[in-house]
């Protein structure tokens, strides 16, 4: 028996995420097992309810922002359980990336790409196929993802386990615990090779469960999810570097990434993350060491094993001093109270940015666009060049050893906002005509439909549609998030 929840006070909490979209919904279910959530889904099925899935709320994208209809939330799997080799965890949806990481450490093992937002589900980062300061090094979630355990909307359960079922010819079947067959095509666009979280991830002859992961929650609402994860390494070392000239910050990261890629480098980082200064000045009342002279900072962590240590030192101190004068202003971690403190601080900008927005009620306009490596360098001129000329206040920060950066500008009024979005239409052209992508991270979601649809045009967007349908027939899950119903 299924309880359903009509109060709007109880409602209210589920209707927003971190981004400025404010909803609304009729109906709450928290259904608590995998029979209720199939129960739950086939109740609006029968009845034409459209639903919205809920995880953590953390999205910055509006992806689970209801628009009527009813809200499942999937709060309650909790459950957690490692497999007896070590290698293998099995979560509820629910289960927080900071629970996970909290479990995996009393294990001696950890889960490699480390989004920033501890308090997102791993449900909601398998939807948003999520990334974080390590997918330089260890890629994005997905490649993580052994199997998936998936209700559809019409209350159909499926078990997908990575390796065992392939697109064949643009076409895939999958079967439902209940005997029911899913025939549907695969839409055929191109996929830049890059970081990317933009539209259902296609490729030729792909593993049918990637189909899903990524899919922002429009296919199905995941119950269970089994992660590989990896030993932990024995000795990290870790860095923020300031730097005084942006010219010598970009030659260091290109150095740095080259290093890094290839195979013979003492030298070789799992992540490179930036700061601009704007961001640096965000952070300086916390962190008052933050050196005056800098007009950025890199933060990069390596693994390394105990033989090695001094020889890395004087490779890492060599390194930096060729791009740098402030190398005496680095603080270098090595313990895991260092570490920590350097995780707090790049976690802090994002919260400071947060902050910022929800204490002066400002708006924001948030670029999450990547390029091609080859082409990064037209990006980052473009951030140093057009930033400052927009004259509002802004931080530009994040995933440059990806060649993927976060620009937010915060609007006081429609004027700034205006402005703002100019600069935003004209980045994201920008993005796209050097081979990018609209979204490299945090998904497309309810706020950026227009730009999918710039991204890989209107067939291939119908494409998607189409797809939606075959695995939800009535069209009614997470409508209008990753693209337009019509
Ligand atoms: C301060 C801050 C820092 C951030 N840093 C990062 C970062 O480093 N990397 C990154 O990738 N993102 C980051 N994000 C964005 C956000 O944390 C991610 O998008 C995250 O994956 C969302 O998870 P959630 O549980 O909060 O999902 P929600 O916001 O609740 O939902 C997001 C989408 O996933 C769907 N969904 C949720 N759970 C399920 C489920 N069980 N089954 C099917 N669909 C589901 C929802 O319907 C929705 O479409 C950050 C956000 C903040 C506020």
């Not at 990806?402 to 205006?418: G, P, Q």
Request: net charge negative; charged share 25%; aromatic share 12%.
């Amino acid at each position: 028996m299924i309880n359903i929840k009509y109060d709007s006070e109880v409602i209210y909490p589920y209707t927003y995420d971190s981004s400025n979209l404010r909803g609304s919904a009729d109906l709450l279910l928290i259904p608590k097992s995998i029979d209720e959530l199939s129960e739950s889904l086939k109740y609006c099925f029968d009845n034409n309810i459209k639903v919205t899935i809920s995880g953590a709320g953390t999205g910055i994208t509006g992806a689970r922002v209801p628009f009527g209809g009813a809200i499942i939330s999937t709060e309650r799997y909790k459950q957690i359980e490692i497999s007896s080799d070590l290698n293998f965890v099995k979560c509820g949806s629910a289960v927080t990336l900071k629970e996970l990481e909290d479990y995996l450490e009393q294990l001696n093992r950890f889960l490699p790409p480390n989004p920033t937002e501890y308090n997102a589900s791993i449900g909601g980062n398998t939807a948003t196929n999520a990334s974080g300061a390590r997918t330089f090094k260890y890629g994005a979630i997905r490649q993580y993802i052994h199997s998936l355990t998936i209700v559809l909307m019409n209350g159909d359960i499926l078990y997908l386990t990575r390796g065992q079922n392939f697109v064949n010819d643009n076409n895939a079947t999958i079967i439902s615990t209940n005997g029911n067959n899913y025939n549907f095509n695969i839409p055929n666009y191109q996929m830049p090779n890059i970081k990317n979280a933009s539209g259902y991830y296609v490729r030729e002859n792909m593993d049918v469960i990637d189909l899903f992961i990524g899919s922002e929650g429009t296919l199905g609402v995941f119950y269970e999810i089994v992660l590989k994860v990896l030993p932990r390494p024995e000795y990290i070392l870790g860095g923020v570097i300031y730097f005084d000239d942006n010219n010598k910050l970009f030659e260091f990261v290109s150095n740095l990434r080259n290093l890094s890629r290839g195979d013979n480098s003492i030298i070789n980082s799992r992540l490179i993350e930036y700061f601009d200064r704007k961001s640096l000045d965000l952070l300086k009342p916390k962190y008052n060491e933050i050196p005056d002279l800098a007009v950025g900072a890199i933060w990069f962590e390596q693994e390394y094993s105990n033989e090695n240590e001094e020889i890395l030192l004087e490779s890492w101190y060599e390194f930096i001093s060729n791009f740098t004068t402030l190398i005496d202003n680095t603080w270098f971690a090595m313990n895991s109270k260092e570490h920590e403190r350097l995780k707090e601080f790049r976690h802090e900008l994002p919260l400071q940015v947060y902050e910022n927005l929800t204490n002066n009620s400002q708006k924001k306009v948030g670029l999450d666009t990547a390029v091609p490596d080859d082409k990064f360098n037209i990006l980052f001129q473009h951030y140093l060049d057009k930033c400052p000329a927009l004259s509002l206040e802004y931080v530009v920060f994040g995933h440059i050893g990806n060649s993927h950066l976060h620009a937010n500008i915060f609007c006081k009024n429609d004027e700034e906002y205006t402005k703002a979005k100019i600069f935003y239409d004209e980045t994201i052209e920008l993005s796209l005509s050097l081979g990018g992508t609209v979204s490299a991270e945090h998904g497309i979601g309810k706020l950026k439909t227009d730009y999918l649809v710039k991204m890989y045009g209107d067939k291939a967007v119908e494409s998607m549609r189409n797809l939606k349908r075959d695995l939800d027939s009535k069209y009614l899950l997470n409508v209008n998030t990753m693209f337009l119903e019509n």
